[in-house]
């Protein structure tokens, strides 16, 4: 079952537009293989050179079809937040059988 695509009016509102996701800008890619991250965006993000990024990426149908860029630091970070509460758990059902 197709679902219908959403309206021109449901992305232009800001009520209903997701608060994470936008087109910042367009990249393109030098023969190297390296891209340039505008100045606006570094600015932003206030990313500096020497800063670590980690690269995330989505795969529909064995393609990868998004990249997202996250810094290092708040990766390691989401993920001690994801595992804190699970290892904390591990340890305590390993303390109760010991």
Sequence with gaps: MEQEPASKDYYESSATRPACCKVEALVSIDERGQMILPKEIRDKANIRAGDKLAVTSWEK??????????????????????????????????????
Excluded: F, H, Y
């Design 61 to 98: 149908d064995g393609k990868i079809c998004c990249i997202s860029l996250t810094r290092a630091e708040e990766l390691t970070e989401m993920v001690k937040g994801m595992l804190g509460p699970v290892m904390k758990e591990i340890l305590q059902e390993n303390n109760k059988g010991a």
